[in-house]
């Protein structure tokens, strides 16, 4: 059995006047490896930036809302990533943009169009869209709101499409593939192996 490392890529016999040529066939598994390795590294880079994003908001008390209607336009567009911070009531103006929750559970995002006291850090804050030609029915009673901090137009589009079936579906596809090419055994017919070939043949397709 032969133990020594491989050559280069071809190597000739000692005999200048040989008839053949000794080649080395390196692995499929190694060959897989290679092409699994640009995977695993945008994988890790992409783990990542999202670990870090995540972190970034946790510390900043920050959370992404996705903008869903065109009542806010053009300031919000619809599929715009909307970064909202929870503050005081209190704190707001009339002009600042902020999401809350309505009595009924459902969430609104819209513009402050006033803000009057009720008591203790109880605030009514009017909304309205800025599509809207007048404020919306009921004003919000509430002690905290989220504001707005950070418009990223056209990110909702991505978070929404990043949790569809089919897009998780496919990152787990993507994810188990590099990692089956980087980490699975090898088996004995993956091994490399010397070839011998006749002069002058082609020796980038031996063996295959």
């Known amino acids: 059995m032969i133990t020594t490392s491989p050559p280069p890529a071809a190597i000739a016999a000692d005999d200048p006047g040989a008839a053949v040529t000794v080649v080395w066939r390196a692995p499929r598994r190694a060959a897989l490896r290679r092409a699994g390795e640009p995977v695993l590294t945008v994988l890790a880079v992409l783990g990542a930036a999202c670990l870090a994003a995540t972190v970034a908001m946790a510390a900043l008390r920050v959370t992404p809302l996705v903008v869903r209607s065109g009542s806010m336009e053009p300031a919000l567009p619809v599929g715009s990533m909307v970064l909202v911070r929870p503050v005081p009531a209190a704190e707001v103006v009339a002009g600042d943009v902020v999401s809350v929750e309505r009595p009924d ?11 009057g006291t009720v008591a203790g850090p109880l605030r009514r804050v009017t909304l309205q869209g800025d599509r809207n030609p007048v404020p919306d029915p009921e004003p919000v009673v509430t002690a905290t709101v989220d504001r707005a901090v950070l418009v990223v137009p056209g990110a909702g ?52």
């Open 105 to 115: 559970g459902t969430r609104v995002t819209h513009r402050v169009v006033e803000v």
């Open 157 to 208: 589009r991505v978070l929404q499409a990043a949790g569809t079936p089919p897009a998780l579906f496919a990152a787990g596809v993507l994810v188990g593939v590099a990692l089956w090419t980087a980490f699975a055994p090898p088996v004995a017919r993956e091994r490399g192996r010397w070839l011998v070939l006749p002069a002058g043949a082609d020796a980038t397709g031996a063996g295959r």
